[in-house]
């Protein structure tokens, strides 16, 4: 089949397949089909935005945790024809879903030295990208390539996908592992705080934050595409 008949969903299950595998023996995993991701909703809570519905996602890597999962990061994908305007707002859109997910991760941690690794399909073809947190800013840029091959002609291509796709895998790990322990951190000093900090003469029923919250702005949505409802849930 002409890889322009075939829709960014092939790309995407091939891919998610992929992903499965890489991620193995990890606390790492994928959701797809869609999901909604809940760093932006919480985003436009924080902007008085409009959240009775989110917006679908294609893919998003979470690190599963024993309460809740909590979001890495957001892939996207498009046809390997799309055009070069659908192309540059899916980048921004992606950017700045991500920037939501860093943003949440940052004040989870405590820590905005931390940051992400993401990627954008056009077809059969993504580039990594990174993003991290500069004077109250977020900044992306291009890391890495990688690519679905077609045949072995393009080993060498396949050589450079696989190392990329390991440091990327690399990047996730640690970012878990860091997440994981403030997620510990941040259940032990909740525990009991209603209760116990009525002992105080000043009582504060939540540990001060070491992290201001950034705003990230997402450009309106299409009224006429479906989207997920923040309330609806996955089967």
């Known amino acids: 089949m002409e890889e322009e008949k075939l829709s960014k969903n092939t790309y995407l299950r091939k891919f998610a397949e ?3 595998t890489l991620l193995q023996k990890t606390n790492l995993f994928v959701k797809d089909g869609e999901n909604a991701c809940e760093a ?5 809570i924080m902007n008085d935005g409009d959240v009775t519905f989110g ?3 294609d893919l998003i890597i979470t690190s599963e945790q024993d309460d809740r999962d909590i979001e890495l990061c ?6 390997g024809n799309a055009s070069y305007a659908s192309l540059l707002h899916q980048q921004s859109k992606n950017l700045r879903i991500n920037a939501c997910i860093l943003n949440e991760v940052h004040l989870l941690t405590s820590d905005e030295n931390i940051c992400n690794a993401y990627l954008d399909f056009a077809g059969r073809d993504a580039y990594i990208s990174q993003i991290f947190k500069m004077n109250n800013k977020y900044i992306a840029h291009e890391v890495g390539k990688v690519a679905v091959i077609k045949n072995l002609l393009e080993l060498d291509i396949l050589r450079e996908t696989m190392f990329n796709l390991f440091r990327w895998k690399r990047n996730l790990i640690s970012n878990s592992n860091v997440v994981s322990l403030a997620n510990i951190k941040q259940g032990n000093a909740f525990a009991l705080a209603g209760i116990s900090n009525t002992l105080a003469q000043s009582p504060r029923l939540s540990p001060p934050c070491k992290v201001k919250p950034a705003k990230i702005f997402m450009s309106p949505g299409n009224t006429e595409k479906r989207t997920r409802g923040v309330f609806e849930q996955d089967n």
């Open 55 to 57: 917006r679908r996602l």
């Open 40 to 44: 932006l909703m919480r985003m436009q």
């Open 18 to 20: 992929i992903v499965d």
């Open 74 to 79: 957001s892939l996207e994908f498009k046809k």
